[in-house]
């Protein structure tokens, strides 16, 4: 059901707003022929008397003007100003009407005509009613002071005309009936028009609407898919031994492209980039899925031959829609740079040596995720040296087109990655983008674009004492951090804040953890210091209990818990992980 309440929609008001204009526009045309009307009854071709068309074409003309003069206005008058514009036009036809009937009568058409740009048979109905009304009043009128009709009225001047009641009722009969019903044809077929296409508009509208809400819904999705991959840069800051940076640019609102890296233990990283076919939202529903699978699969101690196998059996149940994976699977051990990784069916990596150049690594691909069941895959070794970096890519970067469908290729990235490697990840990558941009130029991308970029470098020495899990042990603890700390030039008052620090944390492990072995690191480089408690003890994260309340006395505070918030608020970072059987809590403090 069709009603005029759906002219609030932004679609509905412009159209009205641009109708108000086209209506205005139309009655400046009206205008300029009646005062052409005007010129030519002073040059004797009409047979109007010139006091008629004195006094009625300015009357006229004014009509025909003043929405034009208020259109600045409409606004005020909101739904009523169009009302005003066919009120206006009539009335105009009608003062024009009444002087030269003859030579207006298709002038009348003209409020029909123009209400049907407003799509509402209310209007139309209305200005076909007032203007069969107004066209009877001036053909009346015209019998007595317009030009009249000669064939009625026998005269071929108006002043020896004579109106009897038989001119006058043939004036009814012959001339405003006749013209009053094609009037109405006229009308009926103007507000059928309106009708239909204010259906059209009405769908276009509730189109519009859906299409509002999916942009909606996609704006999110992209978000929530944008907040799954690791974008806080730089990722590890704590960690001095490698450098990690990543970036995708969807080719859609939401991409089936993905990365992924995170820790395994203390000393694995596990490097995830993959292509899942198709686009859009399905790619990135089966992207969220992959994901997961697979980082469960490394977290749970997998490798990455064992992961991908496990995954392609899992993708593979109850996969209707028939998609599908290509993944690069690594685990990275930070301390010696060695590499494990197997392929699924993805693009070679490249590897740059410190004083190389970079190259494809064609390693053995296997097959694509949840391509076929029990699908089987090779793993295979890699040394990464320090100051090695390694280039991770979707398809999207070598299969990138030009507007001549011409293939940017793995020749032009690898000539754009030497050409900055001198570059930070960062800066890289996005010259790597950039010279991408310059070769697709206006053509459009097709493919999501995501690259990876991992490099090996110099390590901060780690030194480490193995004490027995006792009190006792607390000095020399101490001892040693201060040692460490004083050779990287760490001012005093940040020596006692770490050893107070240890002092806690160390005294927790020998009272609680029931450990048989205790494990100190330290590293100091670049104004920080990273320490690393490792024990066997019972699984505890001190991380994760809930802060005293420093607000009460001293008598109605809980027992315990103090030690470790003052250790929490006198480091920049502290974190805990259990690996390997162990308890590995690290804090952080630069000065």
Request: net charge negative.
């Amino acid at each position: 059901m069709h009603t005029e309440t759906t002219l609030e929609n932004p679609i509905f008001l412009e159209n009205e707003r641009e109708a108000n204009r086209y209506s205005c526009r139309c009655l400046q045309v009206m205008a300029l022929i009646a005062a052409l009307a005007w010129l030519l009854n002073l040059l004797g071709v009409f047979i109007v008397p010139p006091a008629v068309m004195n006094l009625g074409m300015p009357v006229c003309i004014l009509f025909f003007l003043l929405p034009t003069l208020l259109l600045s206005r409409a606004s005020r008058l909101g739904g009523w100003f169009k009302y005003l514009i066919m009120g206006c036009c009539i009335l105009g036809i009608t003062v024009l009407s009444a002087a030269i009937p003859k030579h207006t009568v298709l002038a009348w058409v003209a409020p029909v005509l123009l209400s049907c740009h407003y799509y509402s048979r209310k209007l139309t109905a209305s200005a076909l009613a007032a203007s069969v009304v107004c066209l009877y009043i001036a053909g009346i009128a015209s019998l007595f002071v317009g030009e009249g009709d000669p064939n009625l009225t026998n005269a071929l001047r108006m002043e020896d005309a004579v109106i009897t009641p038989e001119v006058f009722r043939e004036a009814v009969l012959f001339f405003l009936l006749p013209r009053s019903a094609i009037l109405a044809g006229m009308s009926f077929v103007c507000i059928t028009v309106a009708k239909r296409t204010r259906s059209l508009l009405e769908k276009q509208a509730a189109d519009s609407s859906a299409r509002q809400r999916i942009e909606t819904e996609l704006n999110v999705a992209t978000q929530i898919q944008a907040d799954m991959l690791p974008r806080i840069f730089p990722a590890f800051p704590e960690r001095r031994e490698f450098d990690i940076y990543a970036s995708m640019t969807p080719a859609k609102e939401v991409g089936g492209d993905f990365y992924d890296f995170f820790l395994v233990d203390d000393d694995h990283l596990a490097i995830v980039i993959a292509d899942v076919s198709g686009k859009g939202v399905p790619a990135a529903l089966f992207m969220v899925i992959a994901k997961t699978l697979l980082k469960n699969a490394v977290q749970m101690g997998a490798s990455p031959r064992e992961a991908l196998e496990k995954v392609n059996d899992q993708l593979c149940e109850n996969n209707e829609a028939e998609m599908f994976v290509t993944a690069w699977l690594g685990v990275y051990e930070i301390s010696t740079g060695h590499l494990t990784a197997a392929n699924a069916g993805h693009e070679y990596p490249a590897i740059r040596r410190a004083d190389g150049q970079f190259a494809l690594f064609r390693d053995q691909h296997g097959f694509v995720l949840a391509g076929m069941e029990n699908a089987r895959y090779r793993e295979y070794e890699l040394e990464i040296g320090v100051g090695d970096t390694l280039f991770l890519y979707t398809d999207g970067v070598a299969e990138a087109t030009d507007g001549a469908n011409t293939l940017y290729g793995t020749d032009r990235m690898l000539a754009a990655l030497n050409r900055n490697h001198t570059l930070g990840p960062e800066a890289l990558l996005r010259q790597v983008k950039a010279d991408i941009d310059r070769f697709v130029g206006a053509a459009p991308q097709f493919d999501d674009i995501t690259m990876l970029f991992l490099q090996r470098k110099e390590a901060a020495a780690r030194r480490s004492i193995q004490p027995p899990p006792q009190l006792e042990s607390i000095p020399q603890v101490c001892a040693f951090l201060e040692q460490v700390l004083e050779e990287a030039g760490a001012p005093m008052k940040v020596i006692a804040q770490v050893n107070m620090a240890a002092d806690e944390i160390f005294s927790n492990i020998a009272r609680y953890s029931g450990a048989s072995t205790v494990r100190v690191d330290c590293e100091a480089m670049e104004n920080r210091a990273v320490v690393r408690f490792l024990d066997d003890g019972s699984p505890y994260d001190p991380t994760a209990q809930p802060e005293p309340d420093t607000s009460l006395p001293a008598e109605e505070r809980a027992i315990g818990g103090l030690g470790i918030f003052m250790v929490k608020k006198s480091m920049d970072r502290m974190s805990y992980d259990y690996t390997g059987g162990k308890n590995i809590l690290t804090i952080e403090k630069g000065w």
